[in-house]
């Protein structure tokens, strides 16, 4: 299984961020697959966003909750993030990770560094 994600690497402050994950090798719509967004700021810690189970259920971080959505396409077996009213606090390396039953992080995309800059 690949994990590719994809989006444009400066956005500026207020917009919507998107990036899309394209997932080669195995179905989004796996039985018991979620398929989370992951980020981490510069020197910070990893933070969980979200994912999207295998039937199509979002599930959030609360601290984020207002601001994500995290969608699929499975014709293009695609899944989709979006986080709104963007700051410079949410530059990070945004990543797409694939996890059977939520139980641990199996297969990592290569990461999309996305600068918040005006």
């Known amino acids: 299984v690949q994990l590719q994600g994809s989006g444009p690497g400066l956005v500026k402050p207020s917009q919507t961020l998107s990036l899309t994950c394209t997932v080669s090798?195995?179905?989004?719509?796996?039985?018991?697959?979620?398929w989370s967004w992951i980020r981490q700021p510069p020197g910070k810690e990893l933070e969980w966003m979200g994912a999207?189970?295998?039937?199509?259920?979002?599930l959030y971080n609360p601290s984020l909750k207002s601001r994500t959505s995290i969608s699929r396409d499975t014709s293009k077996n695609q899944f989709t993030l979006q986080l709104s009213s963007v700051t410079p606090e949410d530059t990070a390396v945004y990543y797409c990770?694939?996890?059977?039953?939520?139980?641990?992080?199996?297969?990592w995309g290569q990461g999309t560094l996305v600068t918040v800059s005006s």
């Open positions: 090798g195995d179905s989004i719509t796996t039985k018991w697959y979620y």
């Open positions: 990770v694939s996890s059977p039953g939520l139980r641990y992080l199996e297969v």
């Open positions: 999207i189970s295998y039937s199509g259920n979002a």
